[in-house]
């Protein structure tokens, strides 16, 4: 199907170190989309937050600027298309 983005990757059960993104562009934002059972959270240490990222939570963020994480969470199964 035709999509603004260049790639999608799918994220199953893996903590995301803190990173920037090195494919995107400065001036566009990526989405993220939560899905699963799990309790994680995400972090923008570069801003200090840390969010809830249930299932169902969608982030859009500018990747190659913010510096951002998933550490590990307690329970259930997470999926992250990015």
Known sequence: WPSIYVSIDVIVNQ???PH???VSAPSLLDLLVSLGTHDAQFHISDLGSIFGYQPG???YLAGK???????KWENGERIALA
């Open 20 to 22: 920037l993104d090195k």
């Open 57 to 59: 939570t969608m982030i």
């Open 65 to 71: 600027l913010l510096c951002h994480s998933v550490p």
């Open 15 to 17: 903590e995301t170190p």
